[in-house]
């Protein structure tokens, strides 16, 4: 349906130039946005105003746009970074590239157009900690704010900065699109404007576990602008999608039933996204309520209630190993403890919500542009659920904003494809803050039993854990995060004789996934606490301990993979923080320790497998670009493409600046998920292959020089054929600290100190790591995702609620890399992302305890949020 009637208008000014919108405008940033195409403000939480990304400035003022009703606007003058003098864009481009002051890039622009508000009125006047609290409107989730701080910091003193790309394996030069990332210029999905483009809406279900009755669209398909409805019905190929198991509707049938608060309903296609949302709000669907099943371990009783249609049993996987006599070891140890510990549920909070546009072509062929993770698994389940082939959809990657992992699923991908399949037009479907919490995957709520002992000198003598993980309703990867958490389960650390079983279980609760981290946060979260009780009953220090167990060479660790010698990097990252620990003890601080290692790469008796393609080109881009490198790694903020463009730099001896990195799935590149720190290790191996293959032929104009890398040595867990199995080929390892001061109970610093291998890139990994820490105190202070019991839905809705730490609530955070290099590995590269928050939380734990005498054992430990730690 179509509406007739024409919008008043409101008139402004817009970087200088008389502009009229229509009125109609939720907001100031829907108008920039989707009328007049300034795509430098992002929407990252409209309209609640709770993130900063769409801050401009309205007279001389920042502020954020979602909040501005356009009736407020007449007559005002609005400055957006686009409108900025190309000098100063220069200059806030050059420093936050030279400073590493950006990952995935999406929060950037926003925090530039804060930083010259108060450069403007400041100047070289501006304090660091003045800015800090001034960014208190703005969330970052990938850099822990102190580059970005470091960036502004030189901006206002007038610093000179010569930002260049590096061309070599451990140089710290800037990041790969580092100047376009900065102002906005790069565009993720939701900036794309195509011809003739519609936009889509999601309607979500309003129970948790419910059958369903009947689906009545007409209210939708009357309302302005409505061009279709799509159910269930309109599926033409399979109905279920998922990354390891198919038990993911797409959206719920009528006849079928609800498993949790994302599920989805229908989708409204619209001439606006107004208008498409309003059409959404008008589906009805008639519903037989069930009691949901929300109480993980009430799950597992006998008779209870299965929690997820077309499931037979609340049971999604057991891992589970042994090796040793435990009862006997603990029955003779001198000092045992036994401890339950429970952690929460986390939202990844990635600063840009899922967003996918789908074009048919003029050939049949469907082209979706997805920020996924995995863009393949995206191909093969979009091309399942249409009826066709994969070679009739090709999945684009378009560099997200963020995703910690919580992008691996599908969120509205599928949705949009079939809109587009079915009306032969460009459809762009993209899903607000809140319908993203609802919808994709978060970390784990796992509750862990812990028994050890260790002898009278503190020498560990045996383990048992029984972890009981909520994994909620779909699979997702569920079971690979209670499989890894039991791997991890006894941290870097020798133990004799070990029982561990971990078990993920469905309720209809918010689904869990991949998190950094991937269930080692849980798992070492327990064990680390354990260890410094141990630590305390034998009378000696947090260090101590960890140094009288920490695994060797040749030592046999966890599930009984005997460890080499990459391994070392856990002792060298303890031997490395022990003189700031020593020398904050002396100096009265209550001071916390943490180790932990994270294994790289899907390992498990996955073979691993992916290739890259340099090809050289007859005649260069605008941009001076002759050689392109090719591979199928999800480019997110941590800085595959800038790990691809230096090996091949390197690896061909040229200038970085000749080489575009392009992620192609064309041609068939990739293997499964961008995770684990996999990107960057199996990047690197197949980019300096083909780097290699193409020097043996030549370089030749216009030929594809294929390179691959292969990890097909490892073996799956509990495996009866390998009682010593090799299940991960790389870990990384870290120790972190926690200073506190005893008389304000603040955490003052952070140190981390981290084993990676290799830094392809100090500068950029020293900002993975950053972040991390920030992310990780958030994890143990403030952070949480909670359910109610009674429904199975969310009780946070806005990213206010969920308890992340702002600029001015983090403490100092000092890092140092130690390279110990991984054997088999390219350039010995172990990986940073995954590490980086593991051994965070228990430091924090540690620290607590010195400072107050009581151990936790329950996280978020100060659960009231920042104003807990700098209040």
Not at 187 to 212: C, Q, S, W
Not at 387 to 411: H, I, P, R, Y
Request: negative net charge.
């Amino acid at each position: 349906m179509t509406d007739s009637a024409a919008p008043s208008t409101v008139s402004f000014q817009v970087n200088g130039v008389p502009v009229s919108v229509r009125s109609d405008h939720p907001h100031l940033l829907s108008a920039l946005r989707d009328e007049l195409d300034i795509t430098s403000p992002k929407d990252g939480c409209s309209p609640s105003g709770q993130c900063g990304c769409c801050t401009v400035m309205i007279d001389g003022k920042a502020v954020v746009s979602c909040q501005q009703p356009l009736a407020k606007l007449a007559g005002k003058s609005v400055v957006t970074l686009e409108g900025v003098d190309a000098g100063e864009r220069t200059r806030f481009a050059e420093a936050f590239a030279a400073c590493g002051g950006l990952q995935c890039g999406f929060c950037i622009p926003g925090i530039v157009m804060r930083a010259k508000a108060q450069i403007d009125k400041k100047g070289a006047d501006l304090k660091r900690d003045d800015m800090a609290r001034h960014l208190g409107a703005h969330l970052c989730r990938c850099t822990g704010y102190v580059k970005v701080l470091d960036a502004i910091e030189g901006v206002a003193q007038g610093k000179t900065f010569t930002p260049a790309l590096s061309g070599v394996v451990g140089g710290a030069g800037a990041k790969y699109e580092a100047g376009e990332l900065t102002l906005g210029d790069r565009g993720y999905i939701d900036d794309m404007r195509v011809p003739g483009m519609l936009h889509a809406a999601l309607h979500l279900a309003e129970h948790t576990r419910a059958d369903v009755l009947a689906i009545d669209v007409s209210g939708a398909q009357a309302a302005p602008g409505v061009r279709a409805v799509f159910t269930a019905a309109d599926i033409p190929g399979e109905l279920m999608v998922g990354i390891i198991y198919k038990d993911w509707p797409v959206m719920i049938p009528i006849g079928g039933r609800t498993s949790y608060a994302g599920d989805v309903m229908a989708i409204v296609v619209a001439d606006t996204r107004e208008h498409a949302r309003a059409g959404a709000a008008l589906v009805q669907v008639t519903y037989s309520p069930l009691v949901p099943v929300t109480d993980p371990i009430a799950a597992l009783l006998p008779g209870a209630q299965v929690a997820v249609w077309g499931t037979t049993s609340n049971v999604l996987s057991t891992s589970e190993y042994a090796r040793g006599d435990v009862d006997a070891a603990l029955a003779v140890s001198a000092h045992t403890v036994h401890e339950v510990f429970q952690t929460q549920r986390i939202e990844h909070a990635f600063l840009e919500p899922e967003s996918t546009l789908a074009v048919p072509g003029a050939d049949g062929v469907l082209h979706v542009y997805s920020g996924g993770q995995g863009v393949w698994d995206d191909r093969n389940d979009i091309a399942r659920m249409l009826g066709v082939g994969n070679d009739q959809v090709v999945v684009t990657l378009v560099s997200n904003g963020g995703a910690f992992g919580g992008k691996e699923d599908m969120c509205n991908q599928a949705h949009t494809a079939l809109a587009a399949w079915w009306l032969k037009v460009p459809v762009k479907c993209t899903v607000s803050r809140e319908e993203s919490l609802r919808m994709h995957a978060k970390r784990h709520p796992i509750q862990l039993e812990y028994w050890a002992g260790c002898d009278a000198d503190g020498r560990l003598t045996a383990v048992r854990v029984h972890a009981v993980g909520d994994s909620g309703a779909y699979a997702s990867v569920g079971m690979k995060v209670l499989e890894r958490a039991a791997g991890h389960a006894s941290g870097p650390y020798r133990v004799p004789a070990i029982d561990v079983t971990a078990v993920a279980v469905r309720t209809n609760n918010p689904v869990c996934g991949a998190f950094r981290g991937f269930g080692a946060n849980q798992a070492q979260f327990g064990m680390e606490g354990v260890l410094d009780r141990l630590a305390e009953q034998v009378g000696i220090s947090g260090w101590q301990i960890r140094k009288l167990n920490v695994i060797h060479p040749g030592d046999v660790w966890g599930p009984g993979q005997v460890m080499d010698d990459g391994c070392a990097g856990a002792e060298a990252c303890l031997d490395a923080i022990k003189d700031r620990y020593d020398a904050a003890r002396a100096a009265g601080k209550a001071v916390g320790l943490g180790l932990g290692l994270k294994n790289s790469g899907l390992g498990n008796g996955f073979r691993e497998l992916c290739r890259a393609v340099v090809r050289f080109r007859a005649v260069p881009d605008g941009h001076g670009r002759d050689i392109e490198v090719r591979h199928g790694w999800t480019e997110m903020g941590q800085g595959v493409h800038t790990v691809a463009l230096q090996v091949a730099a390197q690896e061909l001896g040229v200038d970085p600046n000749r080489i575009e990195v392009i992620v192609d799935t064309t041609r068939e590149l990739g293997f499964g998920q961008t995770t684990g720190s996999r990107g960057t290790l199996m990047a690197a191996g197949s980019v300096s292959q083909a780097a290699h293959t193409a020097l043996a032929g030549g370089c030749a104009i216009g030929v594809d020089y294929v390179g691959e890398h292969l990890v097909d040595w490892t073996q799956k867990i509990g495996d009866p054929e390998h009682p010593q199995p090799l299940i991960h080929a790389a870990f990384g390892y870290a120790a972190q600290m926690a200073i506190i001061d005893r008389a304000t109970g603040l955490i003052e610093r952070m140190v981390a100190v981290h084993d990676v291998g290799h830094a392809v890139n100090p500068l950029l990994c020293e900002g993975q790591i950053e972040g991390s820490v920030h992310m990780g105190l958030g994890y143990a202070l403030s952070e949480q995702f909670p359910h109610d019991p009674d429904t199975g839905f969310p009780t946070n809705t806005t990213l206010r609620s969920l308890g992340i730490l702002r600029a001015k609530d983090v403490p100092t955070i000092e890092v140092q890399l130690v390279e110990v290099p991984q054997p088999r590995s390219p350039f010995g590269i172990k990986g940073v992302g995954e590490i980086g928050l593991v051994p965070t939380a228990p430091a924090v734990a540690a620290a607590l305890h010195e400072l107050d005498g009581q151990w936790r054992h329950t996280l978020p430990m100060r659960p009231k949020g920042g104003a807990d730690i700098d209040d």
